[in-house]
């Protein structure tokens, strides 16, 4: 018995001396970090808000994307929605998009901007197709910059000039109808501010509104019946009923003149056009500065299209018998 007990004690002091000695191997250090090592790229989610499928709208989206593939490349996703033309359903979007947390949000048109603008005050919000935004957002004396998480490009044209149109193509109209959707605030703006300059020239104006697409036809009506002339402002309703207006005005002889392109190729005469594509493009510029930290919205003012053509529908012009003045360019029909 005290042979091992011997024994153990002296198991016990040669497995301490070898714990001690340190015989054992190190442990290994934990491997250094890559200095070269390729760091994950940040993708930022883009949603989008369209109000409506019309061309100008379209135009507009598609040149945002354009831009923003051509600075991010594929660290930018976008979630894209249309609101078939309901402003209700922009709210929606809107909400959703706050919810998905998306870094920044394209407002394509006034519903959708005010719908966003309601929705947050934190994620970036950039407007496009939107006329005024002082008349938008109800910004009193709107000097150009709204100084919040809000910014954006305007669709505006000169609407001075575009009265100024009237005058050229008809002198001795004597009365004007304005055509435009009650519901849309920056259409009342703009017959608002034509009516002046119509009525500086000598024209008496009636404005005729309708409410949404089911009373179109009958005050569209009306207004031919009382008018030489009629004119409709950048409206997101008429440009997606512009049929009902041709329908109306073309076999009774009067001509419409439109705020913009893709109205005046489905049923004017003749307008002072922007490029939608480059006003979404410039948009799309404006995102990725944010994005990237270049710069921040709430010192972003409102950007304006950089040029204006005027421009004439070849075929109703033909079909009412009007002779285009000199520095109108046809528009293109659409494929």
């Known amino acids: 018995m005290k042979k091992i007990l011997a024994m153990l004690l002296a198991l016990m002091m040669v497995l301490s001396m070898t714990a001690c000695g340190g015989s054992s191997a190190p442990a290994e250090a934990p491997a250094a970090e890559d200095p070269e090592a390729e760091v994950p790229a940040k993708t930022f989610t883009v949603g989008i808000c369209q109000l409506v499928p019309h061309v100008a709208l379209d135009a507009a989206t598609q040149g945002f994307k354009d831009a923003l593939v051509d600075a991010l490349g594929d660290s930018v996703v976008f979630e894209e929605q249309n609101a078939a033309g309901d402003a209700a359903t922009c709210a929606v979007i809107a909400n959703d998009f706050v919810s998905a947390n998306v870094d920044l949000i394209l407002a394509n048109a006034t519903p959708a901007l005010q719908a966003a603008a309601a929705a947050t005050a934190d994620i970036p919000i950039l407007g496009t197709s939107v006329t005024e935004y002082g008349v938008a957002l109800s910004i009193a004396d709107f000097d150009g910059l709204v100084g919040s998480n809000i910014s954006g490009t305007s669709d505006l044209a000169p609407l001075d000039q575009q009265a100024a149109m009237i005058k050229e193509w008809y002198p001795d109209a004597k009365n004007v109808g304005l055509v435009y959707c009650s519901a849309e605030a920056n259409s009342q703006y703009q017959v608002d501010e034509v009516q002046k300059f119509l009525e500086e020239m000598g024209y008496a104006c009636t404005q005729y509104a309708f409410s949404d697409s ?11 019946d009382n008018s030489d002339v009629i004119y409709v402002p950048t409206d997101n309703t008429v440009a997606s009923n512009t049929g009902i207006i041709d329908n109306i005005c073309r076999p009774a002889g009067i001509p419409v003149f439109a705020g913009e392109e893709g109205i005046c190729g489905g049923c004017g005469v003749a307008t002072l056009s922007i490029s939608y594509y480059d006003l979404g493009v410039a948009t799309g510029k404006m995102a990725a500065k944010i994005l990237t930290g270049e710069a921040n919205v709430e010192e972003m003012p409102i950007e304006y299209a950089p040029q204006f053509t005027k421009k ?24």
């Open 214 to 224: 089911n009373d179109m036809a009958a005050v569209a009506q009306t207004a031919a």
């Open 312 to 335: 004439f529908n070849e075929t109703i012009c033909a079909d009412l018998g009007v002779a285009v003045p000199e520095g109108y360019v046809a528009i293109e029909a659409a494929e």
